[in-house]
């Protein structure tokens, strides 16, 4: 299985400006830094530790690793402190903003990323802890206008853009019913409706669990205001390019009183974007999302056969 990765670089490669700036916020000097995996940021995504011994989390980030992702952490930062202490995410202490280099610093949570293949139980976990953080976050708070149909539409029209120009690699069972997929994926946008703030792009890299088996959920700046089931159905497409699970069982202990055609259109949405995003070719710093995202339509295409 391809991990989600990004190139990271490291803290003694951040400019002094940055380090200054990092422990400015933090009131200490940093005396040790330990790269995380995962994710797929190519900016940095330290642990760090002061010499006083306080810990926090870094991530930052130039335009010359990957032009987007300065200005996805400056949305992080705007979501961060917009929301509610109850939701399960860590604090952000600070943001260090110079025009060019980016730096989020957050709490430190001692938590690890859930094991994949995913364990029932931290699927449970995952899932009572989600459907807690939407409940908080209904109605969302006020960030900007920004819907989940918004966001996702063009993301959703991977199939119509795969029948345009179609190619080689597309699945013979997607391709058999690339129109029926098509209708089913605009059935995916209108079902996006709602008013509660979702993170949709919950994953097992976004989580982590503590030791006592609370959940925090990371990394949010594709937030939106969307359905509450959004996000626990983004997690069984995690659970369900891991294998291992009957996911159709899941959706019936976890999300019973959602529609079905709600469900498979998300699913023909997801599928459409990953099929028609792993035949580009990859960002800069990002060398292995496009197998990813292959992995993750095949896994897809193969639970929409089983619907």
């Not at 995996?37 to 870094?58: I, N």
């Not at 980016?102 to 094991?115: K, T």
């Not at 205001?225 to 069982?249: C, F, I, K, Q, S």
């Amino acid at each position: 299985m391809v991990i989600a990765a990004g190139v990271r670089i490291s803290w003694p490669e951040l400019p002094g400006n940055v380090h200054r700036a990092v422990e400015a916020i933090v009131g200490d000097r940093i005396v040790e830094a330990v790269s995380q995996v995962g994710g797929f940021s190519p900016g940095t995504a330290d642990r760090v530790r002061t010499a006083g011994g306080l810990r926090a989390f870094v991530k930052a980030v130039h335009p010359s690793l990957n032009p987007h992702t300065p200005d996805m952490h400056r949305r992080e930062a705007l979501v961060m402190t917009a929301l509610p202490a109850r939701v399960p995410a860590p604090d952000l202490l600070g943001v260090h903003d110079d025009g060019e280099w980016v730096a989020l610093v957050f709490e430190d949570v001692d938590g690890r990323q859930p094991a994949t293949p995913w364990v029932r139980s931290e699927v449970d976990a995952v899932m009572a802890a989600l459907r807690q953080m939407a409940e908080t976050l209904t109605p969302a708070p006020v960030l900007d206008s920004r819907t989940a149909a918004e966001a996702l539409a063009d993301d959703f029209a991977g199939f119509d853009r795969l029948a345009a120009d179609p190619h080689d690699d597309l699945d013979p069972w997607a391709a058999a019913h690339l129109d029926d997929l098509r209708d089913l994926a605009r059935v995916g946008v209108a079902a996006l409706a709602g008013d509660t703030l979702v993170h949709i792009d919950v994953r097992a890299d976004n989580l982590l669990v503590r030791p006592d088996g609370s959940v925090v959920v990371v990394d949010w700046p594709w937030a939106c205001t969307g359905p509450a089931w959004l996000d626990r159905l983004m997690v069984l497409v995690n659970v369900n390019l891991y294998g291992g699970h009957d996911v159709e069982h899941l959706l019936r202990s976890h999300l019973p009183d959602v529609p079905a055609e709600h469900i498979s259109g998300v699913l023909a949405g997801c599928a459409g974007f990953f099929a028609d995003s792993a035949r580009r070719p990859a960002p800069p710093g990002l060398p292995t999302v496009r197998e990813f995202q292959r992995a993750q339509a095949e896994a897809t295409l193969r639970w929409l056969r089983i619907r």
